[in-house]
């Protein structure tokens, strides 16, 4: 499975963004998605998840309330949305995916097999 992920950009305080992350996967259905961040010197962190369905949707909670993520399978994409963006959500957001999904390890990086190659985001004040 490969994933592109794309739509970062330099946006300033309060502004929103749209990233997007297609998939190569036969049955997109399958897979469950989520989105992680790593800003400079920093680990990688949990944002957002979604069912394979698309019915079920998990977010830290630093963006709650902010951010929503939704799942095309027809179009094989999951899309971030990210709303009132602030200085600290500045990163470089990874989609990520996974077959074999454990509710229980969902927020950890190594919970997922396949990884986008990052698009970044940098919000100015």
């Known amino acids: 499975v490969q994933l592109q992920a794309s739509g970062g950009g330099l946006v300033r305080t309060g502004d929103y963004l749209r990233l997007s992350c297609a998939a190569s996967?036969?049955?997109?259905?399958?897979?469950?998605m989520a989105w992680f961040r790593q800003a400079p010197g920093k680990e990688r962190e949990f944002v957002v998840a979604i069912s394979g369905s698309g019915d079920n949707t998990y977010f830290a909670d630093s963006v709650k309330g902010r951010f929503t993520i939704s799942k095309d399978n027809a179009k094989k994409t999951v899309y971030l949305q990210m709303n009132s963006l602030k200085s600290e959500d500045t990163a470089l957001y990874y989609c990520?995916?996974?077959?074999?999904?454990?509710?229980?390890?969902?927020?950890?990086?190594?919970?997922?097999?396949?990884w986008g190659q990052g698009t970044e985001v940098t919000v100015s004040s």
């Open positions: 990520a995916a996974t077959f074999a999904f454990q509710l229980a390890a969902m927020r950890a990086p190594t919970a997922y097999v396949y």
């Open positions: 996967a036969r049955t997109f259905s399958n897979y469950f």
